[in-house]
């Protein structure tokens, strides 16, 4: 059952549906009779403008499967998803988000399909390391510092400890580790290079927290900020391109959002999903939907950006050993 996307559902009891496999017909056989399925729903929250063009590509190779995608931060998106699962609806025939425990519970509860690589082609060509059960991971938006040349100057920040800087007190704006799992891991990694006084510092510098990069990033054009970080370029070259004050670059030593997707069971239109599911796994997909801004997981990938020298694993499934500690360490509660 779908409701319209601007409802939000109360929790409710959990409600286990049984698991089957993808499909045994062919790719093509499968996005034909997903041309007979209602409107697809995929829920993603990669950037807006990519998952614009990720639904743009697709509808040039699969004009006859219409599909509407609905966009959050991760934490806010999977929440949401949660909160309609468990009251029974089922709105997303897809997600892509970036919080690998969100799968790992969803797969708990028979929320997602669970299938072999090998049964969608485009995904087949993927590495063991980036499919888990029918969670694949699409593609990883690493995590830099966006910038406000008006306001920086001369002597824009460099890395990770300029955000200390005397002169960036009260104007840094920072993503919420609260909201966004690849924040919360991107913090801890930086308390382990840097020590637990990195985070006090930070905290002491008065920063206003984030809960998307996406107003993050207006309010640093706007002026608001002289600092965003965590920045994506997804998010902000597009503003950039519209000609707003900022620059950004990527340290050496970073993390990312790493976006997985996954097939919701008892969606509306399965069909249509797994088409879309395995598209995204494409050349034309992956080039659309991370295009010269996100890491592939197929290195030969053309346009594709590359990935950062010292590029750290986020290990999500570590974090919440670790969530209690950063949060008190930025001060938050």
Known sequence: MRINLPVMLPLAAAVTIAVSPVSAASIDEICKMGETEPQLVWYSSQGPALNE?????FAKVYPKIPVEQFRLATGALTARYASER?????????????DPNFSNAGFEKGWFVQFEKSELPAVARLE???????????????LGIAYNTDITGANPPKGWEDLLRPEYKGKLTLGD???VPS??????????????????????????????IVPGTQQLAAGAFAIAAPSVESVHRPVEEKGAPIKSFVPAMTTGNEFW????????????????????????????????????????????DSMPTEYRNPEFAELPKHAANVLELLNLR
């Open 183 to 212: 924040y919360m891991a991107l913090y801890r990694i930086l308390r382990d290079k840097y020590g637990p006084d990195y985070l006090k510092k930070l905290a002491a510098q008065e920063p206003v927290f984030f809960k998307s």
């Open 128 to 142: 063991d390391r980036w499919f888990d059960r029918g969670a694949a991971m699409t593609n990883i938006n690493v």
């Open 261 to 304: 997707s996954l097939l919701s069971v008892g969606a509306d239109s399965p069909n249509a999903a797994k088409c879309f599911y395995n598209f995204l796994f494409t050349e034309a997909g992956q080039v659309a939907y991370g295009g010269d801004v996100s890491v592939s997981p197929f290195p030969d990938t053309p346009v594709t």
């Open 177 to 179: 580790p609260r909201n």
């Open 53 to 57: 063009a990720a639904v743009a590509a």
């Open 86 to 98: 468990d009251g029974g609806v089922i709105n997303a025939d897809l997600i892509t988000m970036g």
